[in-house]
């Protein structure tokens, strides 16, 4: 490409925004009570690109001191030779985890600068085979009473005519099995018999005890996904239950590699393999992911994120959903201009906007700053 047409990247700024939840939050092995938001802007020529994780702010000095080195000077257009610029810079670092949060949240802004660059949508930049992405609202904590949960169904089902949601299950590492299936079958009576019903142990069970569950969950509830009924590094297990029951089991949101998603793949432990675009490595690594899944016969899940994931989600043929995870709609809507709006249970990625269209809110974000 001639030096003219060149659009070098020249600088990568990076800061972190931690927002409170808005009422103590559970699953069924974590607790929390905020989410970190680490965002990145690339500048190059006359255009910014934004991204961002949901991770520590232990991103930063990985970005500021390793990544922002190995993409600037690069072409803005070229983002697969940043990518991969990235991930040899940091192969002592290793590459799960934190690294590759990192790495997620500039290959998202290096994205969105090629398709501002361009002038085009990033949805119709990658190649659209949709207009449309289906979601499914997903919040359902175990530490929600019933009036808490049923306002929160209400307004995904009621207000948003969305048709599918998901609740958290396996509450304390699997050691309250009564009320998770009192809360599924709230959850069902709640939502009604025409919406689909999920529900996420996040690992909490042990291998049988999920075959139990799963099969109460299924014949009690109607519930027709299963994800991460044991720990999604358990891929023998995870298997195990896929074999034995009805429901679909969904796992991969802690993937940080493509051959992380390999592996599972190979291994058949899921029906639905879930890709993170702030965990996995970007736009870049997302895209790769999906081409696997859909290789094998799968489907792809999206995690969290729903704002971010809706342009490549609706780039890939074998989409299942995207997850409309409450903290981040919360979250999103905090810090950033040009949302997408979830009423009618899809996102629409518009083609007017170059990019994937979302802006920070400076002033609005400043009360977050790290």
């Known amino acids: ?36 938001a680490v965002v990145v802007e690339v500048s190059a020529g006359g255009v910014s690109g934004l ?21 600037i000077g690069r072409d803005i257009s070229s983002v697969a ?70 306002a929160q169904i209400e307004q995904w089902v009621g207000e948003w005519g969305i048709p599918r949601f998901k609740i958290k299950v396996g509450e304390s590492w699997g050691s309250r099995p009564e009320r998770d299936l009192a809360r599924a079958n709230f959850a069902r009576r709640s939502g009604g018999d025409g919406v689909e019903l999920l529900v996420d142990a996040n690992g909490g069970y042990s291998r049988k005890q999920a075959i139990r ?15 991460e009924p044991v720990s999604s590094d358990d891929l023998t297990g995870l298997k195990e239950v896929r074999d034995q029951l009805p429901l679909e089991v969904a796992a991969g949101e802690y993937g940080f590699d493509e051959t992380y998603f390999a ?10 393999l879930q890709v993170d675009v702030t965990r996995c490595g970007g736009y870049t690594s997302w895209l790769r992911a999906a081409a696997l899944a859909g290789a094998n016969g ?51 990625p518009a ?3 170059p990019g994937h269209g979302m802006t920070l809110k400076e002033s609005d974000a400043a009360p977050y700053r790290r």
């Open 1 to 36: 490409m001639p030096d003219g047409d060149r659009c070098p990247v020249r600088s990568v700024a990076c800061r972190s925004y931690t927002v409170p939840t808005d009422q103590p939050e559970a699953d069924g092995t974590l607790q929390w009570d905020s989410t970190t």
């Open 51 to 71: 991204g961002w994780t949901y991770a520590s702010a232990a991103c930063q000095p990985v970005i500021d001191d390793v990544l922002a080195h190995a993409v």
């Open 81 to 150: 030779a940043a990518h991969e610029a990235m991930v040899r810079a940091t192969r002592n670092l290793g590459r799960p985890g934190v690294v590759s949060c990192a790495i997620s949240a500039v290959d998202i802004a290096l994205w969105d600068g090629k398709a501002r660059h361009l002038g085009v949508a990033l949805a119709d930049l990658v190649g659209r085979c949709t207009d449309q992405a289906p979601i499914y609202g997903s919040g359902g904590f175990t530490t929600y009473d019933d009036s808490t949960a049923g």
């Open 213 to 227: 569950m799963g099969r109460r969950f299924f014949d009690e509830a109607g519930v027709i996904w299963f994800e």
């Open 263 to 272: 592996k599972m793949v190979a291994a058949g432990a899921v029906d639905c």
């Open 298 to 348: 799968l489907e792809v899940s999206a995690h969290c994120a729903p704002n971010l994931h809706a342009h490549v989600g609706v780039a890939v043929p074998n989409l299942r959903h995207i997850e409309y995870f409450h903290d981040h709609h919360r979250l999103e809507h905090l810090l950033f201009d040009g949302l997408l709006s979830p009423v009618g249970g899809f996102l629409r």
């Open 351 to 353: 083609s007017d906007a």
